[in-house]
């Protein structure tokens, strides 16, 4: 498939969802969003400007669903040369009280949903010979804290899946890589807290990576974080 300059991100809420649609916006890219909510997506992309971006609603943990925001996106806007997997499978409790439920709700978001997305993205990148394909991450997905069980086995599979996917795709031209967001989102004074603007910043020049020096993982924090 031709280079569409066209980027999927899918997880779009208020805060980097939405800011990395602004950023590959304001970079002249076609932008497809995704989210559960398709009204609330559309409130919110209309809120921030970008009356232009189609509003998709993907179950990420749904394949008929992911494969048909590919389908409508490509139709829209041409295959994807940037996809980025902005959904989380969040989960907190005692392990001595946590369901199963609840583990597998954070896991079919964070690690199918992670497979789901980027196995479409892979199969419509891959012809093309090249594509970027981009996972956020968080602490969790190298340290599980206490109480957080199911958010750190949805971010550790997530990471898995990225180191997988990059090994296999790399030779075929396709550039996958794994944001691990170390702190706290938000526009707060000062510097407490990662802006969500800057976070996207990052993942454009991950995107524009010459393919000699392509980075498989990123660890971002405010410099006031303690690491």
Same mark, same amino acid.
Request: proline fraction near 5%; include cysteine.
């Given at each position: 498939? @031709?280079?569409?300059?066209? !980027?999927?991100?899918?997880? +779009? &809420?208020?805060?980097?969802? /939405? !800011? %990395?649609?602004?950023? =590959?916006?304001?970079?002249?890219?076609?932008?497809?969003?995704?989210?559960? #909510?398709?009204?609330?997506?559309?409130?919110?992309?209309?809120?921030?400007?970008?009356?232009? +971006?189609?509003?998709?609603? =993907?179950?990420?943990? #749904?394949?008929?669903?992911?494969?048909?925001?590919?389908?409508?996106?490509?139709?829209?806007?041409?295959?994807?040369?940037? +996809?980025?997997?902005? /959904?989380?499978?969040?989960?907190?409790?005692?392990?001595?009280? $946590?369901?199963?439920?609840? $583990?597998?709700?954070?896991?079919?978001? &964070? =690690?199918?949903?992670?497979?789901?997305?980027?196995?479409?993205?892979?199969?419509?990148?891959? @012809?093309?010979?090249?594509?970027?394909? $981009?996972?956020?991450?968080? *602490?969790?997905?190298?340290?599980?804290?206490?109480?957080? !069980?199911?958010?750190?086995? !949805?971010?550790? &599979? %997530?990471?898995?899946?990225?180191?997988?996917?990059?090994?296999? %795709?790399? @030779?075929?031209?396709?550039?996958?890589?794994?944001?691990?967001? #170390?702190?706290?989102?938000?526009?707060?004074?000062?510097? *407490?807290?990662?802006?969500?603007? #800057?976070?996207?910043?990052?993942?454009?020049?991950?995107?524009?990576?010459?393919?000699?020096?392509?980075?498989?993982?990123?660890? $971002?924090?405010?410099?006031?974080?303690?690491?």
């Amino acid at each position: 498939m @031709p280079s569409s300059n066209h !980027a999927i991100v899918i997880g +779009v &809420g208020p805060g980097l969802g /939405a !800011a %990395l649609v602004e950023k =590959c916006a304001r970079e002249g890219m076609k932008v497809s969003a995704g989210a559960r #909510d398709r009204d609330r997506l559309r409130a919110l992309l209309d809120e921030r400007g970008l009356k232009k +971006v189609p509003a998709l609603r =993907c179950d990420v943990t #749904d394949p008929a669903n992911v494969a048909d925001l590919f389908a409508d996106a490509i139709k829209a806007h041409g295959a994807p040369d940037l +996809v980025i997997f902005n /959904a989380s499978g969040y989960g907190r409790g005692s392990v001595l009280e $946590l369901t199963p439920g609840q $583990l597998e709700a954070a896991w079919r978001v &964070g =690690c199918l949903g992670g497979f789901l997305v980027g196995q479409a993205a892979a199969k419509t990148m891959v @012809p093309a010979g090249h594509g970027t394909i $981009l996972f956020t991450g968080a *602490t969790a997905s190298l340290r599980g804290s206490a109480n957080f !069980a199911p958010f750190a086995i !949805a971010k550790f &599979g %997530l990471r898995a899946l990225a180191q997988s996917m990059a090994r296999e %795709l790399g @030779p075929k031209g396709v550039h996958v890589a794994h944001i691990v967001i #170390d702190g706290q989102i938000g526009d707060a004074d000062g510097d *407490t807290k990662l802006k969500p603007a #800057d976070i996207a910043e990052a993942y454009w020049s991950l995107h524009r990576q010459p393919r000699s020096a392509w980075t498989l993982e990123a660890d $971002l924090r405010t410099w006031v974080e303690k690491f």
